[in-house]
Every structure is written in C-alpha cells, then in structure tokens.
C-alpha cells in the first residue's frame, strides 16, 4: 500500500514520476492571477497563527465547514483561532476525493513538514506545531519557498497602488510584484453601488462623467496609470458573458438610469457593458496587456449571508446560463474594432469547455502563439477531475503546448501548492498518453512541452521577461 500523498502522489506511471520530478517540480512560478494584498507583501506581513494564514478569508474551506454542520461562529465569527483550527481539523477527514483534503495536505507538507493526516485527535499538536514554524516566516518567506518569480494581483482601477510602488522601490524585494486592472465595478452596471463608484472614478481621474464615452475615457486615464506601474494584463469577472450589437445610444441611456439610481433595462446594460468592454479591449491591445474574461459564476445565492457577511463567503455557485456562446460575437467585435489582445477565456461551467477552445480557435493569428487561450479550471473546477477535463478538451481540439498553465485565484500565501496540484495532474496525464503509445517517449520534446506549461509559455505570453535557465534538469 503506498505511503499516504508520498513525493508520487498522483503519478501512478514511470513516465508521469520522471516527467514531474525531472521536468515539472523545480520549475519556477509565475502566479498571474490571484488576490493576495500587496499590502501584505510591502509590509512583509507576518502571521500570529496558523489560523489567520490558513482559514481567514478562505470561502473555500468556509464552504466545506459549513457542509460539515460547523456553527458560523466558529467559521467567520468570533470564536478563537485554536477553535476555528480544531473546527476545520473536524471536518477535513470527511473531504475525501475533494481537492480542499489534497492542498490542505499539501500546505501542511511543504510549509510545515508535517506528514500525517490532520484529525480532530491531532489538531492542538499540529496547531502548535504550525504556530512555531510561523514565529520564523514572513509572507515574502512563503513565497520564496514556493520559488514565486511574480505575481499579479487584483486591483481596482481607482487604486492609488502605493503599496505597489512601496514594493518596486524596496531593493530587497526581488520577486516581482505587479497590479492587474480589473474594473468589474466600472462594467458590472446592474450592481449595487454602481452610481457611487462612478463618482468616484470621476474623482479620481477629474472627469465628468456624463455619457458612456466619458466612463471609457475615465478608464483609459487608468489604463495608463497602471501600465506606468508595470502592469501587464487585465481581469474581466463577469456573471454571464454578454454581447450587444454596439449601440452608444442605449449604453448611454443605460448609464443615465443608473446614475439616477435606477435599474436599466437588461438590453441596455448589455449594451452598456459591451460598450466598455470592447473599448477597454482596444486599449489593452494597445498595450500588449493579456485581457483575461471569467464568466459564469451566479454570485451570492444566500441572500441572508450576504447581507450578514458580503460577497466572497462561500455563497457562489455554478450558473448553467454562462452566456458562452456570446463569446464568440464580442471577440468577433474586439477583431473588427481592431482591438483584439491576447486573451484567456475562463467559464465556471464545465460544459463550456469544448465550446471556449473552439471559439478561441476562431481567433488565433497575427504571429501570436495561442493568441487566445483557453484557461485553466477555475474555481469549482480546479480539482483533479476539473483539470483533467479542461487539459484533455485543451488537447482535444486547440494546442496545449502553447498553454500558459495554472494560477491560485487565491487570497492565501499557502495556495502556491495548487501549481504543483495542477503539475502533478499534467504529469499524469501526460505520461497516460504516452504509455498507451499516444505519442512517442521522447524525453527531449515531452520536458520542453512541459516545462514551458509550467513557467517559459506564461512567462513569454504576459512579458514578464524573467531570465530563467530554459534547460532545467533532465
């Protein structure tokens, strides 16, 4: 019987344990997507426990406690951070073939170097063991063990990026550190709050904003503030991907019954976001910026908890109306409004996975090696049956040597563990293909494609021009 999530954990063929261990395991990590504070990281935050790195924030473990009948005060409420370790502790036997039960360990492992399986029965040990490994280890610390080259983080375009300039001129920080534009707030026009943010965006960039074009302008004004900064990619995060026929005339009447403080109606506001969105694609290609689309969240279920705790608690799910088949119109308009950047296509609904490499195989071109990609299994889906799903579909009917590889989507200096979740499953899967003789054991060509999943595809695609030894152990 093998050894409980021993260094072949995941790799039950030859092929699959040299191809992570000689290829994929000492590659770098260029994590371009995540929401970890960059307050944090100028600071050097340190962690009083290990509740407070492991469970504050963490919807995903919050989901899974509250399955486990857990109360909410020893969730998200005001119970201690022993008793919140013991309560998550309680549950995790129960996670069997969940991923939260893999990266837990994994985390666990890595960081700590603790082997066994956490219990109830064992939880004060490894809490106290936890706690005097964190009494050395800052959050740059973290990110160094897990060799993190860069990061992009999440940023509102009305972020004054401080701690973002604190980072660059801090000599002793040589990862690096870079914003991603996300203006869901400037889109998202249905949304709670959406009058006050405008206003806001008016403040900061000195606009008046009147009309569609004065909030595009705005943007723009943004745009380049970012890219001052270094920034070099872009977030969409919509509910459903829409797409109107362009018509400035109903995003501007859209525009002006929000800013009264009313709701418009559902073809105005798709115009509306189509509106910006096109234009801010524009932009984007005028800076060489990925633009990234997520679609197909239905967001904040529990409407009692929400008003309770807010959004980002665990109350999301998967909507089966993603609006995919709207992608492929709004790339069609970002190419005929010669603003069609290098993108990657993210939809929460894994039925959308055939559907995404396909349309995106509509758009590749212009010199650009898989100038549209399909990306990873994000969220619901970045578990073992997620990732194999989107790799297999990759492979199926695009290119998945071109693919720039996995990110954490995370809020936890711990979750760089996912990178090597997802390495491990390429591995396998890999090696699966090429032991059934679906391509030939060709040592030279199988590390490179791997490698370059790993770190060189993503670290070319965005730009971040880190020099890295292309030839790895073989």
């Given at each position: ?438 391509y030939p054991e060709d040592r030279k060509r199988l590390t490179e494609i791997v490698q370059n999943i790993c770190f060189h595809n993503t670290n070319e695609f965005f730009g971040f021009g880190i ?8």
């Open positions: 019987m093998k050894s409980f999530m021993n260094q072949d954990f995941l790799l039950t063929t030859k092929t699959a344990k040299w191809l992570y261990h000689e290829a994929a395991e000492q590659m770098p990590i260029i994590d371009y997507h995540c929401h970890i504070s960059p307050q944090e990281i100028a600071e050097n935050r340190t962690f009083e426990n290990i509740s407070d790195l492991w469970l504050g924030g963490d919807h995903y473990k919050w989901r899974q406690m509250r399955f486990g009948g857990i109360p909410e005060e020893r969730i998200t409420g005001n119970a201690g951070p022993r008793e919140k370790f013991r309560a998550y502790a309680s549950v995790l036997p129960q996670l069997i073939g969940n991923p939260l039960y893999h990266w837990s360990h994994l985390e666990l492992q890595r960081v700590f170097g603790i082997q066994e399986p956490l219990t109830e029965e064992n939880a004060d040990e490894i809490y106290d063991r936890c706690n005097e490994i964190l009494s050395h280890c800052t959050a740059r610390d973290l990110m160094r063990k897990f060799h993190v080259h860069a990061v992009c983080t999440t940023d509102d375009p009305c972020d004054d990026l401080h701690w973002h300039e604190a980072i660059r001129k801090d000599d002793s920080m040589e990862i690096q550190v870079l914003p991603a534009f996300r203006p869901d707030k400037a889109v998202q026009i249905e949304k709670e709050g959406f009058a006050a943010y405008i206003r806001r965006l008016s403040e900061i960039t000195g606009r008046l904003i009147r009309c569609t074009e004065d909030v595009i302008a705005s943007l723009y004004d943004r745009i380049e503030f970012f890219a001052d900064h270094g920034c070099l990619c872009a977030d969409h995060g919509l509910d459903h991907c829409m797409y109107a026929e362009p018509d400035m005339a109903a995003a501007d009447r859209a525009l002006q019954t929000a800013l009264k403080g009313g709701v418009p109606s559902r073809e105005t506001a798709d115009a509306y976001m189509t509106a910006l969105t096109i234009a801010c694609a524009k932009k984007y290609t005028e800076k060489n910026w990925v633009m990234q689309i997520h679609f197909g969240c239905l967001r904040n279920n529990n409407k009692p908890q929400f008003q309770k705790l807010g959004p980002d608690t665990g109350y999301d799910s998967v909507n089966s109306s993603s609006g995919v088949e709207n992608t492929a119109p709004l790339l069609n308009a970002f190419l005929e409004n010669d603003g069609l950047p290098k993108m990657i296509l993210y939809s929460l609904n894994p039925c959308d996975n055939t559907a995404l490499v396909t349309i995106a195989g509509c758009f590749q071109g212009g010199g650009i090696a898989g100038r549209i990609q399909h990306g990873s299994g994000w969220w619901f889906n970045d578990n073992r049956t997620g990732m194999r799903s989107q790799l297999t579909s990759l492979a199926n009917n695009g290119m998945l040597g071109n693919f720039v590889g996995m990110l954490t989507d995370s809020r936890s200096f711990l979750s760089y563990t996912r990178h090597e979740y997802f390495r491990r499953i390429l591995c396998e899967l890999i090696g699966e293909w090429v032991e059934s003789g679906q020099q890295e030894e292309k030839e790895q152990k073989k």
